[in-house]
Structures are given as C-alpha cells and as structure tokens.
C-alpha cells in the first residue's frame, strides 16, 4: 500500500464505511427504537432519531419485565444468562484443559482413538444432539435448573483440541526438569502448564463467554420456568405477545442490555485474547 | 555425594530397538565421569536412565549405596542440567532456583539463603528478579547450573549442556563446570559428543559406541593408548592416521618384527609424524603433499602416501617450509605405533601396559 492516488483511498474508504454502517445500522436502529414511547412503532414509519423515552423504558424492562407476556425483570434474566455463560465458560475451560492435558502427557490405552473422539464431536453442532440430550436432561430432571442449562453445553472438542496443540509446543524438558524438582503430574499443571497457558485461556474465555451468553435454541427448550430464563431466550418470549402487538420499545431496551456483557467483556479482555490468537512464542 | 553405580544396565524400546546393550560402570564418590560417543551411542539413553527419565529394561542402578531402578527422578537425590536449559520461563530466575526447594519442602529463609548462596558461586545474583527471557544462552546455562546446584544432590547429570553456546563461550563455561565441580567434589556425569570438551573436563571417560562401552580410563589413558580402532579414531582430533601394516612393510621398514601377532593396521597419531628424523629408532614414510592448513599455532598437513592413495593428517607446530605438491618425507618413532587388528577392531598389545612416553 505505497501508492498515494486519492481516488483510491476514497475508494476504499467508502467500501469501508459501507461495510461498517451495514453492520452498526441495525444496532442504531435497536438503540434508537429502545428510547421511543409506546406508540411509536404503530405508526408504520421507523424512527431514525432518539425519543425521549430511554429511561423509563430500561427501567421499565430491568424491574418488571413484560409480565404480559411471560417474561421477567431483565436484570433477573441478565443474571441468569451470566451464570450460564460463566458456569459453561469455566466448565469447559476447565474440562478442556484436563482433558488435553491427559491426551498430550499420560500414555494409556486407546489414547489416540480418545484424542479423535473427542476430534469428531467438533464437527457436530449442539443441534444436531439436542432431542437426545434433551431427553436425558429431562430424564436426569434437570430440567429449569442451572445445571441443565450448563453442564450439556460444557464438553468441548474445540477447546481441547487447542490445548493439545499448545501444550504439544511446550518443549518436554521443562516436564523433565519439573520432574527432577520433585513435581508430580498435578504440580506440573497447577505450576508450570497453567501460567504458560493463561493467553490461551483468557482468548478461550472471550470466545467461550459469547458462546455461552448467544446460547438460543438449548434454554428455550428445557427452561419453562420464568425463573430460568435467560435474556436471549427471554426477548423471543417477549415478541410472542399473545395477546396484542409486541412492545417494541421495552424489547428493543432489552436486546441492548443483552449485547452489553460480551461487548464489555471483549472490551476488557481484548489485548490478552488478540495475544493468545496470535503469539505463537512464549 | 554418593558414588554411582550401573551393573548390567540396558535399555531395550517398545518397537525392539536396544539403544544401550549391557553397561557396568562404577562412578566413584566425588569422581568426573564423562560419556562420550557420536550420536545415536546411547550416551544420552544411559544418562536419562540414571536420572529415571527412561525406565531401566534391566540391570541394576545403584546411587549411593542404595538400589534406585524405580524411583522417580526425584527421589534419586540428583539433579540434572539439561542442553536446552529447560528453564520455567513464566518464573523469576530466583523462583527457578527455588521450585525444586519449595516442593520438597525448605523453609523460606533456608531456600533464600540456598538460592543466594549458589547466585554468589555462579555470579548470578544480579538476575534474580528476572525472567529467563531477559538472559542470553551462558547466563541461561548459568541459571539452569544454579537450579541443580541449590539442591545440593548426591549427582549432578550434565545432558550436553554446552551444545548450544557459541565457540568462545563454551570454552569459558567449561572451564568454570570445570572448577565448580573440583570446589564442590559432587560425584557428576556429563554427556557429550565432543571429544575436546570430553578430554578436558573428566576424571575418567567412558567411550560409547552402539550401546556398548568402547573402553573407560583417564583421558591421557584413552589418548595414548585407545584400546579399539572407534576410541582411536574418535578421540584425538584431527583423527588418528591408520596405515595397513603391510604398506609400512614394503616400504623397506625396518623394526616391524615385533609388533603382536594378528596385526595388520597401524595406528598414527597426526602429531607423531615428524619433518626431522628423531634420535630415537623410527620408521620414514613418503607423502606428497595436497593441501597445507595453517592454523596459527600449529599447521595441519593433508598429504597422500607414496605409492598408495592413502590420505593423512599430520600435524606440527608453527609453519614449516614446505609447498603443496611437494614430495615429503616423515618419521616417526617406533614407540608412537598403534597395532591394530582390522578385523575385531581391537588393539593387538596390552591396553593396560603403561605408554612408554
């Protein structure tokens, strides 16, 4: 990029900018229809400017929830999505991390068909699973509880599969060496695997959390509680109204609180994720 | 400090590849031990066995006194320095030397005072606070010495650790391997397939070749009179010269009457061969001369023996007079002869008997 014609920045700039307002318009339109009265949407026409009903709207969605149609306070949903999201991003950060852990540094039998096992499972998606998992779910009677909305969502091939690759990198002398200073294998991983990994881990958080936090399809189907509900099931009750027309406003205001967390967390987290995505020497 | 010892030890792999073939060696309380043999000698193999990184197929390996086939590499009471280092990189250079005391169990101020102590010896202390990764290769080595050094073991086992310094520095850092070790008088091993770095730093040398040990003794011992062709050529650099008998014969030598019986090659070390006939009785060769190597000091001589297309090093001091292409004569004392049998490979006189030199 050494060439220094005007035509072609502006060229450029404005494919970019037409990019960036196809992706930031519908969020504009979100946040604006957040702040407008109830009548607002009736009309036909979409307003491009902010009303002036942003507070009383969020107010309105994080204390009471649209109990019209069977949802509760945002903030009790914001905190049941929270919990989720965290219990399945430790979950499985932990249970990735022991499994590659014994595939890459334990010889047992079968080890390798074990490493592809879990390989495999990475190319199905939950949905493809999830009438048999729901049954046994429901089986286990986990359903509305915490632990049915998280722990089938734990175990992850994708997770483990970049720990073994990690881990695989880390050069064998340093077990040796942790093994001459008297370490045993748990030492080890709590010692010297861990801080080694935490870039790992911190990107894996990120992705993990956003995972957890978008989850749809998996709390619609087992959770029949209010009380379970998470935000991103919880706005889909919301726009099935059964009696009358959505209150666009008060779910517009919700569907803002629901894309604040993973922004806030990617905000957060951004330069250890960018760095464990990319550093490749330790 | 303890003495070492290994009694039948082989190391047979998975696939049925025997990389050590049966090894007895007794290393003595506070003794240099060094192994030496080219790659894929099982040099390496037998020092992981001892420190209980690879299990022992069979034989019996004993640190001090006490029958240690089983342990792990931690209860063996050694400590090993490894050629890439091997340090924690996420931790202080301090917290390095301090893991193997934290787990078994120091006290604070005990390990402080141990840590300090072995930072002072190897002039490490002004890197305490810092991360390996702010340290160049020697003052990595150093660290990596100072983590087997604070644990005061029974064993120091050295995989090669110079390997990876620059010429200048691994001269230097043996010298100090070197002195520590004749300052602390800890029983060590040291593996490595430098022959150089092998005479000057052991006690005594184990020479490795296929598994099997080729032959032991001081390095003097080794040098003046190797017990087998692999230890003559593989020690001793530029190589010793290997001539067949019968060459040296037609060539009207005389004093060849009394070599042992069966021996058929004979062996010359490259600074035995002389431009000036010697007083003592010797044998003269002829050579012409293909290239001329001046290496400041001393000058190294390639030339090809009259008659025959042998080639052969010869090394002397300074820079003598001679052109390349030139038609050379050389001596060389009876007493400098080498006989070998080609076919077993073994020295066909007495390895023991004392060189007469």
Redesign the interface.
């Given at each position: 990029m050494v060439e220094h014609r005007p035509w072609s920045h502006l060229v450029a700039h404005l494919i970019l900018i037409a990019g960036v307002a196809l992706v930031l318009f519908p969020v504009y339109i979100a946040i604006v229809a957040s702040t407008q009265g109830p009548g607002e949407f009736l009309r036909g026409t979409l307003p491009l400017v902010p009303g002036g009903h942003a507070l009383e709207n969020y107010r309105a969605m994080w204390e009471s929830g649209l109990s019209r149609a069977g949802a509760p306070p945002a903030g009790q949903m914001l905190v049941n999505s929270l919990v989720m999201a965290l219990a399945i991003t430790v979950g499985k950060l932990s249970i990735s991390l022991l499994s590659a852990f014994a595939i890459v540094y334990f010889r047992f039998p079968f080890r390798l068909f074990f490493f592809w096992v879990i390989f495999v499972t990475l190319m199905l998606p939950v949905e493809v699973r999830i009438i048999p998992t729901f049954q046994v779910v429901a089986d286990l009677g986990m359903l509305n509880s915490f632990a049915g909305l998280s722990i089938p969502l734990i175990a992850s091939a994708t997770a483990t599969f970049l720990f073994r690759q990690f881990f695989m990198t880390v050069p064998e002398e340093l077990l040796e060496a942790a093994r001459v200073d008297g370490a045993g294998p748990l030492k080890f991983f709590k010692d010297i695997l861990l801080p080694l990994s935490v870039t790992n881990i911190a990107a894996l958080f990120v992705i993990m959390f956003i995972y957890g936090w978008n989850q749809y399809l998996w709390p619609l189907l087992i959770t029949t509680d209010p009380d379970y509900y998470t935000i991103v099931m919880g706005i889909q009750r919301m726009t099935t109204a059964a009696d009358g027309d959505p209150q666009w406003h008060l779910v517009m205001a919700a569907v803002v609180m629901a894309a604040l967390p993973p922004v806030l967390v990617i905000l957060f987290m951004q330069r250890l994720f960018v760095k464990g995505l990319t550093e490749t020497e330790k | 400090m303890a003495s070492i010892k290994l009694a039948g030890l082989k190391k047979t792999y998975a696939g049925g590849v025997q990389a050590v073939k049966g090894i007895d060696l007794a290393v003595a309380d506070g003794e240099f031990v060094v192994l030496v043999g080219p790659s894929g000698c099982g040099k390496s193999t037998l020092l992981r066995m001892v420190?209980?990184?690879e299990t022992i197929s069979e034989g019996q390996l004993e640190i001090g006194g006490r029958r240690v086939n089983e342990l792990?590499?931690?209860q063996r009471d050694?400590?090993?320095v490894?050629?890439?280092?091997?340090?924690?990189?996420?931790?202080t250079v301090f917290d390095n030397l301090a893991?193997?005391l934290k787990?078994?169990g120091f006290k604070g101020d005990e390990i402080r005072r141990r840590v300090e102590e072995a930072a002072r010896m190897l002039e490490i202390e002004a890197f305490l606070p810092r991360k390996p990764r702010q340290l160049s290769g020697g003052q990595r080595q150093r660290v990596a010495m100072g983590?087997a050094l604070v644990r005061e073991p029974a064993a120091f086992l050295f995989d090669e650790p110079l390997s990876n310094l620059d010429a200048k520095l691994r001269v230097q850092m043996r010298v100090e391997i070197k002195q520590l070790q004749r300052r602390l008088k800890t029983t060590s091993l040291y593996v490595t397939h430098d022959q150089l770095e092998a005479m000057t730093l052991g006690d005594r040398l184990v020479v490795l070749n296929g598994g099997r040990i080729e032959q032991v003794g001081t390095p003097m011992e080794i040098y003046a009179r190797p017990a087998t062709l692999f230890v003559a050529t593989f020690i001793g650099s530029p190589a010793m010269n290997l001539v067949p008998l019968a060459y040296l014969r037609e060539r009207g030598n005389g004093l060849l009457g009394d070599l042992p019986e069966g021996t058929d090659l004979i062996g010359i070390r490259p600074d035995d061969l002389r431009l000036e006939a010697p007083e003592a009785p010797h044998l003269m060769v002829e050579a012409t001369l293909e290239l001329f190597e001046a290496a400041g000091a001393e000058s190294h001589l390639y030339v090809r023996l009259a008659g025959s297309d042998q080639p052969t090093v010869i090394r002397t001091a300074g820079q003598p007079p001679v052109a390349e292409g030139e038609m050379l004569r050389f001596y060389v004392t009876r007493d400098a002869l080498h006989p070998f049998h080609r076919e077993s490979g073994r020295r066909t006189d007495d390895p023991n008997r004392q060189a007469a030199a």
């Open positions: - | 420190a209980g990184l792990e590499p931690a050694i400590a090993m490894f050629q890439n280092y091997a340090l924690y990189p996420h931790m893991y193997g787990n078994r983590r």
